[in-house]
């Protein structure tokens, strides 16, 4: 009966952060956190954001933007699903403060994110 009770239980768990790719976890996870080191680690150096209209280039430049846009909002970030999956490329669905977005992450054989974009949803 306590396997059956186990086995019931882990399958209304909800899917976890293994789940995702390394770098949408890097990225949901420092961003809940508030933590802007480990956010930028999730980021090679030349990465590229894109938020909506605007691109940011650059650990500098991102780091400006995601420290008066991202991080003090941080906690509100929660992914929902991947939309669209390929090698080293996802679309997800996400939370993010009171909307729902979609957020495109292209990363490199490491996990590092090299370009992302956040566009309101379709």
């Not at 059956?4 to 996870?29: E, H």
């Not at 150096?45 to 209209?53: F, P, R, Y």
């Not at 699903?81 to 490491?110: F, M, P, R």
């Amino acid at each position: 009966m306590k396997q059956l009770l186990a086995l019931a239980a882990f399958l209304a768990t909800p899917a976890l952060a293994q789940d995702l790719p390394a770098a949408i976890d890097c990225y949901q996870t420092s961003t809940n956190a508030k933590d802007i080191e480990a956010y930028m680690g999730c980021f090679i150096e030349d990465a590229e954001m894109i938020d909506v209209s605007r691109s940011f280039e650059g650990q500098d430049a991102i780091r400006a933007w995601a420290l008066r846009e991202v991080i003090p909002s941080g906690s509100t970030f929660k992914h929902r699903k991947i939309l669209k999956q390929s090698e080293g490329y996802a679309k997800t669905e996400v939370d993010w403060l009171s909307w729902v977005v979609h957020y495109s992450y292209w990363w490199d054989t490491d996990g590092k994110i090299t370009r992302m974009s956040l566009q309101y949803a379709d």
